[in-house]
């Protein structure tokens, strides 16, 4: 049973990880910048969660307070810091992006504090259930059900929908699209406020998993979804999925196998770095870097 | 001069050496590092076990060398197979990589880090200027670096690396070349760190490190050594600078690292370049 309770947690945290990932796969396909101030709209998503959620009694309201909040602050973003930044190496706007983030994230702590903030009524996290042996909790499931909803919804939307095909079109041949009409900038900014919400659904999700929510939230989760999106081949959504899962997988079995000698960041870098290694460029690797 | 201002100086001889070394493999390259804390920390673990081992100075500053650029050769290794954001990528890996591996090694210290390091025998003032003359090298070696026919084929292999292999630039080699320079060098500071607080900690390497290096490349404009070494100097000295709003300190460095670079792109030296033109108009 030990090694299925394994599997549980791998395949709660993978999907956490896709969720929070797509956001910068879509960022990373139309820009080509490496989004790390998506970790603070990750802790922005969780912080406007839990603080809605205590006043009001509901959880519901603080996810849908925080899909309301996020988009606008990451369009926001796009406008003032990248799109003037765009011109240059892609380090210049990577390093604004890093200053966005340590800004946000002490914001975050003279605001609501160093010790973080803890949800009132958190019955989710807390009702466990056990299936012949194997234990989970309300939030796990509701993670694993958020991202078949993410991805599937995803998946209808860039092959069924006009504004999707557009999407996909202008991510691929961006001048093409232009020449049929599509408009590239409305189209980054969907992906701004498409991706900051999933990100912030993702942050609240993390929260309540660990009930709660303090200033460094983001940051570890950050860097790994930087590494998946890498891996997953840059731009790719499936390949993000696929990348996000391998990697929970990799962090829950690797902390019990080799977990005396590595930490679980090292791990999931370690198993990164090797299928790098062996596909440059990424699962998926439609696209060269 | 009193023990803060030693201290102080000695820090920043210490980042000078680590930035401009990064931009020997980042600017003048084009190889973009993330990792940078991983060959410093590499560097400043081989001196202390070297130095408890044999109390040599010397025996601890070249195995700090030694290990930084062979560490350092082995991640350029994969830049032979990846490029751009995927070496970004990896490089953030081998730094994490790194702080992992060794906080859980007993022989390391583990999570508490390698105390009583013995004295380098100089003292503190000694430490410093020990640390100042090896930026001053350092620097020195970066200018030549860029001046010579070394200098012109990493930035070619850095601007195109195919249009490099048509004029005969072997592209790998260089690229090896420039990550065995710059984290020699960054092994070097790493030792220099050793003898300047005697403790060492995974901490002190860690990716936030590599990060503000990166940033500090950034600012100073990529590729120039001067713009580096005054954003290098001016970036230790920030944090001193505005202690006086104590509590406010990482949200104003946050807040100046996004105005600067929101404003000025091109680092400092993309600002001098542009003040010059604008003086040669008027």
Known sequence: MYYIDLAVTGLSFGCMYAVMAVGLTLVYGLLRILHIAHAAVFALGAYVTVIVANATGSVGLGFLAAIAVTPLFGMAVYRLLYEPLLRYRPDVPMIASVGLLVLMQDAFRIAFGEQGITFRHNIYAFTIFDISGVRFNAVQIAIVVCAIVVFVGLHIFTTRTRIGIGWRATVSQPKIAASFGIDAIRVRYLSFAVGSALAAVAGGLVGLLNNLVDPVIGSVVSYKALAIIVLGGLGSVRGTLMASLVLGMVEAYGTIFVGSWLNRDAIAFIALIALLMIRPQGFTGARAA | ?282
């Open chain 2, 1 to 282: 001069m009193s023990a803060y201002e030693i201290s102080l100086l000695s820090v920043i001889g210490i980042n000078v050496i680590l930035a401009v070394s990064l931009n020997m493999i980042s600017g003048f390259c084009g190889q973009i590092s993330l990792g940078h804390g991983a060959f410093y920390g590499a560097g400043a673990y081989a001196a202390a076990l070297t130095m408890i081992a044999s109390g040599s100075v010397v025996f601890a500053l070249l195995s700090a060398i030694a290990v930084g650029a062979l560490f350092g050769i082995l991640v350029g290794f994969t830049s032979l197979r990846v490029h751009s954001d995927f070496l970004a990528v990896t490089t953030i890996g081998a730094n994490f990589l790194f702080t992992g591996f060794v906080r859980k090694q007993g022989w390391l210290g583990g999570e508490m880090g390698i105390s009583g390091i013995p004295e380098s025998g100089f003292g503190a003032a000694g430490n410093m200027i020990m640390i100042l003359l090896f930026a001053c090298t350092t620097i020195a070696l970066s200018v030549y670096i860029s001046h010579s026919w070394m200098g012109f084929a990493f930035r070619a292999v850095g601007q195109d690396e195919d249009t490099a292999a048509t004029v005969g630039i072997n592209a790998g080699a260089y690229k090896l070349a420039a990550f065995g320079i710059g984290t020699a060098l960054a092994g070097l500071a790493g030792g220099l760190y050793t003898f300047f607080t005697q403790f060492i900690t995974a901490d002190a390497f860690d990716f936030i490190l590599s990060v503000m290096l990166m940033a500090m490349v950034v600012i100073g404009g990529i590729g120039s050594t001067p713009g580096v070494v005054v954003a290098a100097v001016v970036l230790t000295l920030l944090p001193e600078v505005i202690r006086f709003v104590n509590n406010y300190r990482l949200l104003v460095f946050g807040g100046l690292l996004v105005l600067f670079i929101r404003l000025a792109p091109g680092g400092l030296a993309g600002l001098t370049r542009k003040l010059a033109t604008i003086a040669a108009k008027s």
